[in-house]
């Protein structure tokens, strides 16, 4: 097994991100290293920034950043950090809720049954698909055993010896 070196790793791990986003494919064509190897080093590699889980100090830097920013201005701004915009939208929207008061406690029971509501509707459709899949599995070898089973129309229709058709 080769073992590469931290720094060459982190060069490449920093192809792999914004801006350049260079593909896997490629770089494994440019440094010979395999595919699977680069695929091992960017999962856990992935920057903070790309599986959005910022530091909550960071996130309300990046909102306060943008806030007199144009949509433009923006954009790339965005693709400077490696954002999406649609992510700013959220934080800036929890930014603004953080000093909401908080809900009551009648509130909060009626968010906890319907969540409980919304779990026991979900448990409820996946046992429904189950059994809806099980009956069309049924009826497909219900078919299948039917066509097994029943003579073909050429012996059935034949005539018999009083001219009449079988069947």
């Not at 920057?47 to 960071?58: F, N, Q, R, V």
């Not at 809900?103 to 409820?124: N, P, Q």
């Amino acid at each position: 097994m080769t073992t590469y070196s931290n720094e060459l790793k982190d060069s490449i791990m920093a192809k792999m991100l914004p801006p350049s986003n260079a593909g896997v494919a490629q770089l494994a064509a440019e440094t010979g290293i395999p595919r699977d190897t680069l695929y091992g080093w960017r999962r856990p590699g992935a920057s903070a920034i790309a599986l959005g889980t910022l530091p909550s100090e960071e996130k309300f830097a990046v909102v306060v950043e943008t806030a007199s920013l144009n949509e433009l201005d923006l954009g790339e701004y965005c693709r400077r950090k490696g954002l999406f915009s649609e992510q700013i939208s959220a934080w800036r929207e929890t930014c603004e809720q953080a000093n909401a008061p908080l809900a009551s406690k009648a509130e909060r029971a009626e968010r906890r049954a319907e969540r409980a509501e919304i779990v026991r509707l979900g448990r409820e459709l996946q046992r429904k698909d189950r059994a809806l899949a099980e009956a069309a599995a049924l009826l497909v070898l219900q078919k299948k055993i039917r066509a097994i089973t029943r003579p073909t129309c050429a012996k059935a229709c034949a005539p018999t010896r009083a001219g009449t058709v079988r069947g």
